[in-house]
């Protein structure tokens, strides 16, 4: 479960790790009340499962601070422990990614500038991990592409991976460079990984720009996805 809290210029998230557990959840719920301005935020699931009494380290390349360096995950009676970070707001999207004691990554998140700005600030609810994903495509197009991102690299077929890289290149969405880098990469997922994060990275048209051409090329996939065709400013 990830929350961010905005405190003037700096943005304070705190992600939670737990063993899936209504009791566990119900303790952050009641932690978070006591952070004034707390918004839960609608994060990714891990692609595989994460092993208990592993350890666990958070690397936020923007943060002044995170604390503990580490967490063990384990069952807990109290509330689960926690990352607590402080970040710079500087106008960039905000990048994490979780390791495990074995230096593997095994969870990567990026929290768009103007979704966490917009969310964050707001008063109105938001959606958390684990909820139905139809709910958290309501939102910016950078949002609906975010919360498809582990179906859609567990989904994408690699022609069409190919051709969704020329058509982000047609529409300069991409660079020649940026495309050669990607085309190298041999394996199928991680290959989709690298385009929606590269993607995610540029902003809001750019991410409308990816669900038409998805659409265009695998309309089944869009539909197994539930993300639609968005206009995009000429």
């Known amino acids: 479960m990830l929350y961010l809290t905005v405190k003037k210029q700096t943005l304070v ?3 939670y790790l737990f063993p899936s557990n209504p009791g566990q959840i119900q303790a952050v719920e009641q932690q978070e009340i006591k ?14 499962s994460f092993k208990l009494k592993s350890y666990f380290r958070l690397n936020i390349p923007c943060s002044t601070s995170i ?7 384990i069952h807990r009676d109290t509330t689960p422990s926690f990352f607590k970070a402080v970040v710079k707001m500087t106008g960039n999207d905000i990048e ?4 495990s004691d074995d230096e593997r990554t095994v969870w990567k998140e990026i929290v768009p500038t103007d979704d966490y700005i917009s969310d964050t600030c707001s008063t109105s609810a938001v959606l958390g991990a684990g909820g139905p994903v139809e ?15 582990t179906e859609f690299v567990k989904r994408v077929s690699r022609p069409v991976l190919n051709e969704l890289l020329d058509g982000l290149l047609q529409h300069t969405v991409i660079n020649q460079e940026e495309m050669e880098s990607v085309k190298v990469i041999a394996e199928r997922a991680e290959k989709a990984r690298v ?10 048209e750019s991410c409308s720009r990816m669900i038409n051409l998805l659409g265009e090329l ?3 996939l869009c539909s197994q996805l539930q993300i639609n065709s ?3 400013p000429t």
């Open 13 to 15: 998230p705190r992600l």
């Open 35 to 48: 952070f004034q301005g707390s918004k839960r935020f609608p994060n990714t699931r891990p692609e595989q």
């Open 67 to 73: 604390n503990p360096p580490r967490i063990h995950l």
């Open 96 to 99: 994490m990614e979780l390791f």
């Open 135 to 149: 709910s958290s495509r309501t939102g910016s197009t950078k949002l609906q592409l975010r919360s498809v991102r």
């Open 195 to 204: 385009i929606i994060d590269m993607v995610l990275r540029k902003g809001t």
């Open 218 to 220: 695998d309309h089944c």
């Open 230 to 232: 968005v206009g995009v």
